[in-house]
Nanobody, 131 residues
Framework: QVQLQESGPGLVAPSQTLSLTCTVSGGSITTSYYAWSWIRQPPGKGLEWIGVINYAGNTNYSPSLKMRTSISRDTSKNQFSLQLSSVTPEDTAVYYC???????????????????????RGQGTQVTVSS
């Protein structure tokens, strides 16, 4: 069974870059047709999808965060990472990495953007943006 584990600093200063890594075990991040996403939950709010990298290495980002977000992967370590730049206190949240099967329309496959469709998720890591 696949397991995901987030790691990274729990405290980030405003205007700096938040960097998190997800280590995956029990399955390869290059296995067709899976999508690997970052999701967050600010205090008192619902889940928010941040972005995704699929099994082929293609990325897609939330329009509201696209200008500040980068997701990459290291297939040799079976890891994928999130970088969120120019953070503010509004970026304070529990951050999750998660996996879902890609959806298809005919022969076209696409990654889900609804965070509730990601049925495998890490335990989450609290990131606080504060000076």
């Amino acid at each position: 069974q696949v397991q995901l584990q987030e790691s990274g600093p729990g405290l980030v200063a405003p205007s700096q870059t938040l960097s998190l890594t997800c280590t995956v075990s029990g399955g390869s991040i290059t296995t067709s047709y899976y999508a690997w996403s970052w999701i967050r939950q600010p205090p008192g709010k619902g889940l928010e999808w941040i972005g995704v990298i699929n099994y082929a290495g293609n990325t897609n980002y939330s329009p509201s965060l696209k200008m500040r977000t980068s997701i990459s992967r290291d297939t040799s370590k079976n890891q994928f990472s999130l970088q969120l730049s120019s953070v503010t206190p509004e970026d304070t949240a529990v951050y999750y990495c998660a996996r879902a099967r890609m959806k298809s329309i005919g022969r076209y496959y696409y990654s889900p953007i609804d965070p509730n469709e990601y049925n495998y998720r890490g335990q989450g890591t609290q990131v606080t943006v504060s000076s």
